[in-house]
């Protein structure tokens, strides 16, 4: 069965402490691997897609990576605002535009 | 550019009763998508409408239902409501023009049955 599991499941940082945040997958036919950012009583936030192994990208504080098992989302130095639910989630190949999302990181930075 | 919306915000039921919920995607999107997000399940996909045809269902009873407009519009509606239908319904609309878009979430709406 495909899935997707995130670890851990929440992380206190204090600010400018960086990390890493976990996404692994057991799928069969990868089309793409997503992370969103969620606020509490908002909806999810884009942040990357990543195609194939290897492929890695940047955004302020924020690093995705993709491997054949497993993504990470790093962050680096992070703020209190970075603050939120970290989800990944997976698209298949012949899957239509269905997501298949982790049940997600829950992150407080702390000053 | 306006962002995806949700109409109403929140919105408070009894068992027994139905339900609509509106979903308008960004200008030029044509896919839309339905996803219930509870505390003990997290984020499911409910279906996805392209073309006013549903495209994808997942796991859920036919209690659920959806469509769609010819302008893209969209609306999901749930019938003899059950308290576990309490959730967060979120819809994310997508171009449709390549291999992998990114979907844009919508605010949501919170049903509440009591």
């Known amino acids: 069965e495909d899935q997707v599991t995130q670890s851990p499941e929440a992380l206190r940082l204090q600010e400018g402490e960086s990390s890493s945040l976990n996404c692994s997958y057991t799928v069969s036919g990868l089309r793409g691997l997503f992370w969103y950012r969620q606020d509490p009583g908002k909806g999810p936030e884009f942040l990357f897609t990543l195609y194939s192994a290897g492929e890695e990208k940047e955004k302020e504080r924020l690093k995705a990576t993709l491997t054949k098992k497993e993504s990470f989302l790093h962050i680096t130095a992070p703020k209190p605002e970075d603050s939120a639910t970290y989800l990944c989630?997976?698209?298949?190949?012949?899957?239509?535009?269905?997501?298949?999302f982790g049940t997600g990181t829950q992150l407080k930075v702390e000053l | 550019k306006a962002g995806v919306t949700q109409t109403p915000r929140y919105l408070i039921k009894t068992r027994g009763q139905q339900v609509t919920l509106s979903c308008s995607p960004i200008s030029g999107h044509r896919s839309v998508s339905w996803y219930q997000q509870t505390p003990g399940q997290g984020l499911q996909f409910l279906f996805e409408?392209?073309?006013?045809?549903?495209?994808n269902k997942g796991n859920f009873p036919g209690r659920f239902s959806g469509r769609q407009f010819s302008n893209s519009r969209s609306e999901m509606n749930v019938s003899t409501l059950e308290l576990g239908d309490s959730a967060l319904y979120l819809c994310a609309s997508s171009l449709d023009a390549g291999p992998t878009d990114t979907q844009y979430f919508g605010p949501g709406t919170r049903l509440t049955v009591l």
């Open positions: 409408y392209f073309s006013e045809t549903q495209r």
């Open positions: 989630a997976f698209i298949l190949t012949g899957g239509g535009n269905k997501l298949t």
